[in-house]
Structures are given as C-alpha cells and as structure tokens.
C-alpha cells in the first residue's frame, strides 16, 4: 500500500534554513499530487506548497512565496520541501500528503488521501 516517510525537521534560527524530504512507495500512477502541509497548536492546519509531480506545477501559500521550494525527484519517488530565510511564525509540525488528482481541483475541501506522520519545524 502506499506509503509516505518525512524527513528534515529540526530546529533553526530564524534567517535559517531547512530541507525536508518526503519519499512516497508502492505509488500505483505516473502522476501525483505531493502537498506540505503544517499546523501549530491552535491553529488551523494550512496547505504550504504543492506540485503536481509528472509536469512540475507548483503552488504555494502567499506567506512562503520566495522562500520555499517544492521539487519532485520522479528517480526517487522524493518530493523536497527546500524551506529558506524562516521565521518564527513557519514553526509547527509539517505534514507530507499525496493524492492522484486532488491539486488539480479547485475545490479547497478535498480529501488528500495519504498522509505522513509529521516532521517538526521549530524557529527560534
């Protein structure tokens, strides 16, 4: 069954910089959808980034334009979250999820399907 394995999380200054990885197995399509999400206590949990990984598409959340980056390595079935000059406010646990289309829907209420099991991002 499919699987999602994070990665990266850590604890940095702000100014700093952060690389987290997602490996996604036994992925049965050509194609995904690999979101980061994350979520503080409290808060609601927010889409950060997206790609739509065979023809590259990227998404992100107005607060991390120009400071974070979505990539897809299709060899390694990886998706990498490159996250540079953080802040405080990008602290909380940061979730990999996937799904076969759900990027490409413009309905914001759609289930992502698979999900990992969180990596923490602490900036202090």
């Known amino acids: 069954h499919v699987q999602l394995v994070e990665s990266g999380g850590g604890s940095v200054q702000a100014g700093g910089s952060l690389n987290l990885s997602c490996v996604v197995s036994?992925?049965?399509?050509?194609?995904?959808?690999v979101g980061w999400f994350r979520q503080s206590p409290g808060k609601e949990r927010e889409k950060v980034a997206h790609?739509?990984?065979?023809?590259?598409?990227?998404q992100y959340t107005d607060s991390v334009k120009g400071r974070f980056t979505i990539s897809h390595d299709a060899a390694k079935s990886t998706t990498y979250l490159q996250m540079t000059s953080l802040k405080p406010e990008d602290t909380g646990m940061y979730y990999c999820?996937?799904?076969?289309?759900?990027?490409?829907?413009?309905?914001?209420?759609?289930?992502?399907?698979?999900w990992g099991q969180g990596t923490q991002v602490t900036v202090s």
């Open positions: 999820a996937a799904d076969r289309l759900v990027c490409l829907s413009t309905d914001t209420r759609a289930e992502w399907h698979y």
């Open positions: 036994q992925w049965p399509y050509t194609s995904a959808c």
């Open positions: 790609i739509y990984t065979r023809p590259g598409i990227t």
